[in-house]
């Protein structure tokens, strides 16, 4: 079973075109994160929700809005999207809030914005 | 940006021990130390955390300084499998899961 599974693997659209990416969690977690990879490696958080309730919002331009239907689910939206876009974004989990809870990371969707 | 200082790369042997430095001299007093891993082209995995003492599980041992200014992660017995990049944190307990991930160390264990 996967713990935390992330659709699509890959994503590949032309600039300005709206996506989404969904993420799900089977672990009865309560926090749910999406981190950015950019192309140089470095891994930045840009959101976290507890509880459905949006915790971190990393000065993240608001084009992406995340959104989460029920705890083991957090989406990410993105409007209008730019080439610096193109990044792997992964999808992670942990039981709460508290900085001691080992995240759980999906497997990553790699975006291309062409 | 990033509170911790590792080496870009590191070899090691395969069945040898693999010890990967960080240094966190501006360390808060209730900021934890986290280890995390990234295998390519998958998201990270966690390996242990630590506040002051030095601590151990499964996968490996963490050995923080006195002064809590520096640690090292060891991998006992290293596999060709633990190829990955290495990262370690330095995050306070109340950040909500924050946390901030720097260049790490990627460490190649050739047979």
């Known amino acids: 079973d996967t713990a935390v599974s992330q659709t699509p693997k890959y994503l590949v659209t032309q600039m300005g075109n709206d996506k989404s990416i969904k993420c799900e969690q089977n672990?009865?977690?309560?926090?749910m994160y999406w981190y950015k990879q950019d192309s140089k490696k470095f891994l930045k958080i840009m959101f976290s929700?507890?509880?459905?309730?949006?915790?971190i919002n990393e000065t993240v331009p608001n084009r992406f809005s995340p959104k989460s239907p029920d705890k083991a689910h957090l989406n990410l939206h993105i409007n209008s999207l730019e080439l610096g876009d193109s990044a792997v974004y992964f999808c992670?989990?942990?039981?709460?809030?508290?900085?001691?809870?080992?995240?759980?990371f999906g497997p990553g969707t790699r975006l291309t914005v062409l | 940006d990033a509170k911790t200082t590792q080496p870009t790369s590191m070899d090691c042997a395969e069945g040898r021990a693999a010890n990967l430095p960080c240094n966190h001299s501006t360390i808060s007093g209730n900021e934890y130390v986290y280890w995390y891993r990234q295998i390519h082209s998958q998201g990270p995995q966690y390996i242990i955390h630590?506040?002051?003492n030095n601590e151990t599980n499964e996968m490996a041992s963490l050995i923080i300084t006195e002064d809590r200014k520096s640690s090292t992660l060891i991998l006992p017995h290293a596999t060709l499998r633990d190829t990955a990049v290495y990262y370690c944190?330095?995050?306070?307990?109340?950040?909500?899961?924050?946390?901030?991930f720097g260049q790490g160390t990627e460490l190649s264990v050739k047979p």
């Open positions: 929700y507890n509880n459905k309730e949006l915790i």
């Open positions: 672990l009865g977690h309560d926090t």
């Open positions: 630590g506040l002051k």
């Open positions: 992670a989990s942990s039981q709460t809030i508290a900085g001691t809870d080992t995240q759980y």
């Open positions: 944190i330095v995050s306070p307990y109340n950040q909500g899961g924050k946390l901030i």
